[in-house]
């Protein structure tokens, strides 16, 4: 024990006479009880909860997937936005009345055609929409959305697949906004291709066809939305839609697309794990150099697109189809094709009728091009279509016909370049093998000065008749196909070819890369994990 000091004492006695005095002051007033602001837990209540700092958040499941680089916008019905990434987008955005000729049952209860409404109605088909089907923003998916993109390829110029539209006289919408009923002032056999990539009107209709879509697409109402699109970089990221209502959504939960500016970089980010999936425009040594790495899958598949070079007739040059067959004899598609593609391998290059320039009207466009030289045009977005026209020119000043490179977009072009004559040709992708409605287009009559899928401006009446026929289903579109040896409108140069890469790590694939179908089925693809590989 230890002794009491006089200090400790002291301090005792302070103490006592303190407490005295708090104790008469509780006495006279006292004081709400104590709370305890912090009680202890006991041992069965303690928990231990890690900081918010601390805690993970869920990993969100991820495709990377190599592309060609970004040349345009992404509306997938102007032809100078046309590519095959913005095709395959436009398939998993923004949603079809029938895809791959069969009824797109998550957008659509029935479509059929019904009784005409009158006798100045040729045929009418009848939409009824699924009742929940709606845009990512929540507004429903309508009538309205029919009849802007009606409207919208019956007037626009550059679009493409345009004549089916122009047969449609009325658009007419009941049920709130949800039955849709079209009818046509002549017959359209291929309906079905009708209303396909939607676009959200409500949106759209405060931008402008041409100009809503140039930046991103910015409602979905397909399995995946447009997360982000960023230009410097050249990327676009995709998230699953969760708002899509329909059977099998998405599997994966962000698709991230990637330039690929080159063999080296394609294989090198492939070899790495970086990319999971490439679908590019092949270059000399594509299929080799991603042939060898370890256990890649590949397909090298020609697709229904090609690159033409189309004179327009309106042209004071090339207004004579004399003079159009005698640059057409001047050109070398094969050595042009090669050219565009940027390599010998694997160039397809469609089948012509070629004959030797008649001399006589070779002199004359000689003449004429002295006088004004020919101006041929091709989107400086379009690295294949200018490496084309510049060959072209190139060939034809060598021949002594002298011409110019003009680098404009096609929406110039088909707005007013190609009808007031500031271009005599243009260099641009097509379709290769067009369905009936496809062909048809290529050659009605254009709507004034606004081209279409008719680049050429040619215009007969008997060709209007011939194109309403194949409308119907009464002709094939064979049918339209002597037109362009009588009038020589264009010239097919070049095949498109796609490559298509998978690595390891993707699942959902079939194992046969004979059946796989492109971008359009990577809402079903997953990656495996590292620990699965």
């Known amino acids: 024990m230890y002794p009491v000091t006089k200090t400790a004492r002291a301090v005792a006695l302070r103490l006592l006479v303190a407490s005295a005095v708090v104790v008469a002051g509780c006495s006279a007033n006292p004081s709400p009880p104590p709370v305890e602001e912090n009680p202890p837990q006991t041992s069965a209540e303690t928990t231990t909860a890690p900081p918010r700092s601390a805690r993970e958040e869920p990993v969100r499941t991820s495709l990377s997937i190599g592309i060609d680089p970004l040349r345009n916008g992404f509306n997938p019905h102007l032809a100078q936005d046309s590519t095959a990434f913005v095709d395959s987008l436009a398939d998993l955005v923004l949603p079809s009345a029938f895809v791959a000729g069969e009824m797109n049952t998550d957008l659509l209860v029935s479509a059929e055609p019904i009784a005409t409404p009158g006798p100045q109605v040729a045929q009418t088909v009848r939409y009824v929409l699924n009742p929940e089907a709606q845009w990512s923003d929540g507004t429903p998916v309508s009538g309205n959305d029919f009849v802007y993109l009606w409207q919208s390829l019956r007037d626009t110029p550059g679009v493409r697949g345009e004549a089916a539209y122009r047969a449609i006289a009325d658009v007419r919408t009941t049920g709130g906004g949800k039955t849709v009923e079209v009818d046509f002032h002549q017959p359209v056999a291929q309906w079905h291709e009708l209303f396909s990539h939607l676009l959200p009107a409500h949106v759209m209709q405060g931008t402008g066809f041409a100009e809503g879509l140039r930046e991103t697409i910015p409602a979905s109402a397909g399995r995946y939305m447009v997360r982000s699109v960023d230009r410097a970089r ?273 699942v959902g694939l079939p194992e046969d890369p004979e059946q796989w179908q492109g971008l359009s089925t990577v809402a079903q693809w997953e990656k495996r994990g590292e620990e699965q590989r």
């Open 234 to 506: 050249g990327t676009v990221e995709l998230s699953r839609n969760d708002r899509f209502w329909g059977q099998n959504p998405a599997v994966t939960e962000l698709l991230v697309f990637r330039p690929v500016r080159g063999t080296t970089e394609g294989t090198d980010q492939l070899r790495s794990h970086q990319l999971s999936y490439l679908d590019i425009t092949p270059a000399e040594t594509s299929e080799q150099a991603f042939s060898l790495v370890p256990e890649s899958r590949l397909r090298q598949v020609t697709t229904g697109r090609e690159l033409a070079l189309t004179l327009s007739v309106t042209s004071p040059v090339l207004s004579d189809a004399a003079l159009r067959e005698a640059l057409t004899g001047l050109i070398d598609a094969p050595a042009l094709a090669r050219l565009a593609a940027g390599r010998s391998a694997d160039v397809r290059v469609p089948e012509r009728a070629a004959a030797e320039p008649d001399e006589g009207a070779l002199a004359a466009l000689r003449e004429r091009a002295a006088a004004q030289p020919l101006r041929i045009a091709a989107d400086p977005a379009d690295a294949a279509a200018s490496a084309a026209v510049r060959g072209a020119v190139d060939s034809l000043t060598r021949a002594g016909v002298p011409a110019q490179v003009v680098s404009t977009d096609l929406g110039d072009l088909t707005a007013r370049g190609l009808a007031e004559g500031e271009a005599d040709a243009v260099v641009a992708w097509r379709e290769g093998e067009p369905s009936a409605a496809q062909a048809a287009g290529r050659y009605l009559c254009p709507q004034g000065p606004l081209r279409g899928s008719n680049l050429s401006g040619y215009c007969a009446p008997e060709m209007d008749v011939a194109a309403g026929e194949v409308l119907a289903g009464a002709a094939p579109p064979e049918a339209l196909h002597e037109v362009e040896s009588r009038e020589h409108l264009s010239v097919p140069l070049l095949r498109e070819t796609r490559l298509m890469v998978a690595g390891p790590e993707v």
